[in-house]
C-alpha cells in the first residue's frame, strides 16, 4: 500500500493502482466542512457551509502525497506536465491527471529460461535475478509503454541468448562472468529507458536427470581414472628405488649383508616372533658360521 494506491502483484510484475484521492484531501475536506457549518452557524447563513463543502471537494481530489521513493507523472490535457513528488503536491482535477507513479527504489526481477540449449547442445533450465533501478523515472514514463515488462523481456531474452554462447561447464563454473556479462547487455539496452541494471545473479542450473546421472558416473570415473595413475606412478617410483638400491649393493658385498642382517634383526626383535630363512640366503650372507657360534656360545657345559 502506498500514498496513491496499492500495488497488486501480476506474473512476477507490479501492476499500480492509483487511488482517486489521499488522506491529506479527506482531511482537509473534513476540516472545510467544519469551518463552514461553524461559520453558517454563527452567522445564520448557509453560505459559509455551502462554499466550504465546495473547497473540501476542490482539496479533496486536488491535493496528493507521493512517498519518499515515489515520482508521480502528471499530464495535464494529454501533455506531460511534470514529474512531483516525493511529499504534498497539487494538481487541478479534470483537467490534470495521474498517468503513472514511478517506484525508484532497488527492484527484484526473476527470469527463467526453461529447455534451452547450450553451445554443446545440452538442454538446461537457468534461473537468475536480475536487480535494476530507474534512475529517471521522466524517461522511462516517456519511453516505453511498460517498463517492468520491457525489463523482464529483455533479461529473459539475453539470459536465453547467454546460454547458447556458453558450454554447460562455463555455466556451471562461471555463473559470476556469465552474471557480468548479463549486466552489461541489459545495462545498454535499458539506459535508453532512464534504468540501470546493477547486477545480475545466476540462481541455480538445471540439466535433465539421465544427463546429470551420466554426468556423474563420468566423473566417477574420471576420478578412479586419476587414482589408478597415481597408484601406478607410485609403483614406478618404487621399482626405480629398488633398481637403485641394487646397483649401489651390487658393488659392495658387505654393506648388502649388513642390510639383510639388520632386516633378520627387525623381524625377529619383537617377542615371540620367528622367521624361516631359505638355506641359500644363509649361505649367501655367510651367516651359517655365525649362527653356529652363536649357539655354541649359548649351550651351557
Known amino acids: 500500500m502506498t500514498a496513491f494506491g496499492a500495488i497488486s502483484k501480476s506474473k512476477g510484475r507490479e501492476i499500480f493502482e492509483v487511488q482517486a484521492v489521499s488522506s491529506v484531501g479527506v482531511a482537509l475536506l473534513f476540516t472545510c466542512l467544519i469551518v463552514g457549518v461553524t461559520l453558517s452557524f454563527l452567522v445564520n447563513y448557509p453560505a459559509p457551509a455551502v462554499a466550504g463543502g465546495i473547497v473540501g471537494l476542490y482539496l479533496l481530489f486536488a491535493i496528493k502525497v507521493a512517498d519518499q521513493w515515489e515520482k508521480a507523472a502528471v499530464l495535464r490535457l494529454g501533455r506531460y506536465r511534470g514529474l512531483f513528488g516525493s511529499g504534498p503536491f497539487h494538481i487541478i482535477p479534470i483537467v490534470d491527471s495521474i498517468s503513472r507513479v514511478v517506484d525508484q527504489r532497488v527492484r527484484v526481477t526473476g527470469v527463467t529460461a526453461e529447455s534451452t540449449l547450450t553451445r554443446d547442445t545440452v538442454p538446461t ?114 621399482s626405480n628405488s629398488f633398481v637403485e638400491a641394487a646397483a649401489a649393493y651390487a658393488g659392495n658385498p658387505v654393506a648388502l649383508h649388513l642390510r639383510a642382517m639388520n632386516m633378520l634383526y627387525e623381524a625377529v626383535k619383537e617377542k615371540g616372533a620367528m622367521v624361516i630363512v631359505p638355506s641359500s640366503a644363509v649361505e649367501t650372507m655367510g651367516l651359517g658360521g655365525t649362527l653356529a657360534t652363536a649357539s655354541l656360545g649359548g649351550a651351557k657345559p
Open 125 to 238: 533450465d537457468v534461473d537468475a535475478i536480475v536487480f535494476w533501478v530507474v534512475w529517471n523515472a521522466e524517461k522511462c514514463v516517456l519511453e516505453v509503454q511498460n517498463f517492468q515488462d520491457a525489463v523482464m523481456m529483455s533479461a529473459q531474452t539475453a539470459l536465453r541468448e547467454s546460454i547458447g554462447r556458453h558450454e554447460l561447464s562455463q555455466m556451471i563454473t562461471e555463473r559470476e562472468t556469465m552474471g557480468r556479462e548479463l549486466q552489461r547487455i541489459l545495462d545498454e539496452k535499458t539506459n535508453p529507458w532512464g534504468i540501470t541494471v546493477q547486477s545480475v545473479e545466476i540462481r541455480d542450473v538445471k540439466i535433465p536427470a539421465g544427463l546429470e546421472d551420466a554426468m556423474s558416473r563420468q566423473a566417477q570415473a574420471q576420478r578412479e581414472r586419476q587414482a589408478r595413475i597415481i597408484l601406478g606412478q607410485a609403483e614406478q617410483e618404487i
